[in-house]
């Protein structure tokens, strides 16, 4: 039987043709029998791909080949032939939407500006170092850090990630200037980019977690600095870090500890609200308050089984 993985990787890395890597990636990708998403920008390349793992490790070996790719660093997952719907490969303006791509710039080594690397280790080592004085910045969005985060990090109040430089500029953590920011995400694509904003808007000393809260649960599993489970974006919707972990997300209707998120009963519902095992049905049951509000023509119909 195959084994089916999962790989998650970015390059930073200025391209002359993003079209032409869009859609070389996509034939790459349609040769492999992948499925997922790859954002293919000026600025470089982000994936995400499902397949078998000698499919994705000819893609990775093809994909390495090309001039700014050869040293991307690939995070694999355990994976079940099911994680993604189809095969999405697009050109954007940003890896990242921050809506920054004309503040953004990328050289041959990364993305200019950018705050010090941390290994999992380095940041141990800042922590053991400096103590409480250490913010950890979360750049996710907002309900990826309400089932799980660093301990006490400075989590902003942000639905989507284009959302995030607004938050910064309102000045909301211009106290945090001149202490140690360290930023982080799931893979390391958004951390990076973030750190570069930070130091830009006068933040002195910033750092980012080198391969993001992936590689970190790699090293340390559930002993270290993190509590509870790491969203992601396919259909296993989060990952534990290691045995014994306990998510810290409520259930929307009994407030037990979960990780599970769920939309409603209408097909077209993109409202994510968190639902244990014993309560999972309810979510299919009807309509959330978000669908009710935005399209009351559709109450009290049934959409989705």
Not at 42 to 71: P, S
Not at 103 to 119: A, M, P
Not at 155 to 170: L, Q
Request: charged share 30%.
């Amino acid at each position: 039987m195959a084994v089916h993985k999962i790989v998650l990787f970015y390059a930073f890395t200025p391209l002359a043709d993003p079209r032409a890597v869009q859609l070389w990636q996509l034939a790459l990708a349609e040769l492999w029998h992948l499925t997922g998403r790859v954002l293919v920008s000026e600025h470089g390349i982000n994936a995400t791909l499902g397949g078998t793992v000698e499919d994705l490790k000819q893609y990775v070996k093809t994909t390495r080949r090309y001039a700014g790719f050869e040293r991307i660093d690939v995070k694999w997952s355990d994976g079940t032939g099911h994680d993604f719907p189809r095969l999405s490969v697009k050109v954007r303006p940003e890896l990242v939407a921050f809506g920054a791509a004309d503040e953004l710039k990328v050289d041959e080594d990364g993305v200019v500006g950018g705050g010090e690397r941390l290994s999992p280790q380095g940041l141990h080592d800042l922590v053991d170092a400096r103590g409480d004085d250490v913010v950890m910045f979360d750049g996710r969005n907002a309900f990826e850090a309400a089932i799980g985060r660093f301990r006490g990090a400075v989590v902003p109040d942000v639905e989507t990630t284009r959302d995030v430089v607004a938050e910064i500029d309102s000045g909301r953590y211009d106290d945090l200037k001149q202490r140690p920011v360290v930023t982080y995400c799931t893979g390391g694509v958004r951390c990076e980019v973030l750190s570069a904003l930070l130091r830009a808007r006068g933040f002195e000393e910033v750092y980012q977690l080198d391969g993001g809260v992936v590689r970190y649960g790699e090293v340390f599993g559930s002993t270290g600095l993190w509590d509870g489970s790491l969203y992601v974006f396919d259909e296993r919707r989060h990952v534990e870090l290691g045995p014994g972990s306990t998510p810290l997300g409520e259930c929307t209707v009994c407030a037990a500890a979960t990780a599970w998120y769920d939309n409603c009963a209408d097909p077209s519902c993109r409202t994510l609200r968190l639902f244990c095992d014993d309560c999972a049905a309810t979510a299919r049951e009807g309509r959330c308050e978000v669908c009710v509000e935005e399209r009351p023509e559709r109450a009290g119909t049934r959409t989705r089984t």
